[in-house]
């Protein structure tokens, strides 16, 4: 494992603790790697409205866009929950968008994380 990867998941450990959660209470936190190697990081927004709630994941990639960085080698997504924190459909095309394919890190602890291909976890993308 690089270096860089033990701190992008240890972003994303931190990240969790910006969750504004307080209808579900899970608090997710998401730490994005760009190719240039700056670390953007993100936490989910839950809203009244449920269906606007945004995920961490995009979260921290909509930060790394918006100050124009935007190409992905590898994203870290820690959860409160009990399992892995598998990215949702909508996250992983979205992350699609900024990368050709990139590294995936499900984390539960520093030491205990699954890593992944994004191609793995979407293995048929949407394209124009
Ligand atoms: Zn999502």
């Known amino acids: 494992m690089k270096i860089a990867y033990g701190k992008l998941i240890k972003e994303s450990l931190k990240a969790r603790s910006s969750s504004y959660s307080p209808y579900s209470k899970f608090k997710v936190g998401a730490a994005v790697l760009t190719s240039g190697g700056r670390i953007f990081t993100g936490a989910n927004i839950e809203c009244a409205s449920y269906s606007i709630t945004i995920c961490a994941e995009r979260v921290a990639a909509a930060k790394a866009v918006s100050e124009k960085h935007r190409k992905f080698s590898a994203i870290a997504i820690s959860s409160s929950g009990r399992e892995f924190a598998y990215p949702c459909g909508a996250c992983l ?6 990368c050709d394919d990139m590294t995936v890190f499900l984390v539960k602890s ?3 994380f699954e890593e992944y291909k994004l191609s793995q976890l979407l293995p048929k993308q949407f394209h124009l």
């Open 93 to 98: 095309q979205f992350l699609y968008e900024f």
């Open 110 to 112: 520093e030491k205990i």
